[in-house]
Structures are given as C-alpha cells and as structure tokens.
C-alpha cells in the first residue's frame, strides 16, 4: 500500500491564483480529511468527509473547497489564493469515521502564496 | 469550548533523562485522547489511543497515561532518536481537536 499519497510536494502562488491540492489513499478508508499546519497555531482541520459524496466543514474553511466522488480520493482546491493562506497542508484518512483519531497523514504539501 | 493545551512547549534532555510531556484538556465527553509523533518536514504519525481515565499505553520507551483532566507522555531513558514533536489530540463529534505539540530534543 502507498498509504496516503499528496501532491505537489511544494507549490508557489500569486494572490488570486487557483490550484488543486491532491489527496489519494489506497487503504479503503471511509474517513478524510485536510488539516494546515502553521507555526504556532497546530494543526487545524479545514474540510472532513465521512464518505463517498459527504463533505462538511471543519474549524477554517474559509477560501477552500472540497469534494469526495470516490473513496479514494479527496481534493482540496483554493479558489483565489491569498497570502494568508501560506502554510503546510496535510491530508489524512482512517478506517471510519468513528475511528477519527487513529488518522494516517500524507506527507504534506508546503504552499506560498506571494 | 473544547480545547487541548499542551506543555511544555519544547523540551531538552540527556540521552538516558526520563521525563514527561503534559497534555491537558477540556472537551464536552471525551471519545478519546491521541498521541501523535511529528518529524520535520514529515506528516503525524498515530501512536497512542485512550479512552478512559486510568488507562495506559506503552510502546518501548514511551507510555502514555490518562485522568479525567490530562495525559502524559512519560519517556524513559530516551534516546536522540526520540527526537521529535508530539502530538496530543482529543475527538470531538467527527474531528480532532489538536494540541500545538511539544517539541523534544534529545542529545548523546
């Protein structure tokens, strides 16, 4: 299994550009979800889904979208980056959605946005 | 509001040193509170779960304990490649609420 798999690894922005963040589990894992991580602040949780079709918002959702079409795989896109929204993003899965804590990271993507 | 505070923030010790990282929290009924380790420029890796208080975990040198108001990670004699940053998270409904972690450096 390559487990959870993100890309790109790095990725430079200008304000107001958009892009696709990639998130892929080959685990069979009902639960997903995307977190950034800031110095200071921890980790975050942006967008979760508990299944295929099923998406809701965490604690900072604000300027992402997301969107579960298959168990597999669960993008996360920025609609019109901001500098604001400079920071590593880690997405990560587990078995199922009551079993939230024991959640398998990616190895993240670091983002800046000039 | 639920809420996860961890300490101390960072932490050095001598290889051999056994020490403890605190995590306390407060969460409107706890379905569990998560250990995670984080390597630089890595994602978090799942260690430990507990679910009620009096419970332990114990992976080689670390045990992880639990009350109704806070964990700990004890670390015995550790060893510099126990260096890293842990992680304490708590689920509230279908979330984690995460901790900022400590960091934990540990010299030969």
């Known amino acids: 299994n390559a487990g959870v798999t993100q890309t790109p690894k790095f990725q430079v922005l200008k304000t107001g550009q958009s892009m696709t963040l990639q998130c892929a589990q080959d685990?069979?894992?009902?639960?997903m979800s995307w977190y950034r991580q800031d110095p200071g602040m921890g980790l975050r949780l942006i967008h979760y889904s508990v299944g295929a079709g099923i998406t809701d918002q965490g604690e900072v959702p604000n300027g992402y979208n997301v969107s579960r079409s298959t168990t597999e795989d669960f993008p996360l896109r920025l609609l019109s980056a901001a500098p604001s929204q400079t920071s590593v993003y880690f997405c990560?899965?587990?078995?199922?959605?009551?079993?939230?804590?024991?959640?398998?990271f990616g190895p993240g993507t670091r983002l800046t946005v000039t | 509001e639920d809420q996860v505070t961890q300490s101390p923030e960072a932490l050095r010790l001598q290889e051999g040193e056994s020490s403890s990282l605190n995590c306390s929290y407060t969460?409107?009924?706890?379905?569990?509170l998560f250990w995670y380790r984080q390597d630089p420029g890595k994602g978090p890796e799942f260690l430990f779960t507990?679910?009620?208080a009096g419970e332990e975990k114990e992976k080689e040198r670390l045990k992880a304990t639990l009350t109704k108001k806070e964990s700990f990670l004890h670390i015995t004699a550790p060893k510099p490649e126990d260096s890293a940053t842990y992680l304490c998270?708590?689920?509230?409904?279908?979330?984690?609420?995460f901790g900022k972690g400590t960091t934990l450096s540990v010299s030969s």
């Open positions: 685990m069979n894992h009902e639960y």
């Open positions: 507990l679910y009620s």
């Open positions: 990560a899965s587990s078995f199922l959605w009551d079993r939230v804590g024991e959640q398998y």
């Open positions: 998270a708590v689920q509230a409904g279908t979330a984690l609420i």
């Open positions: 969460v409107s009924g706890l379905r569990g």
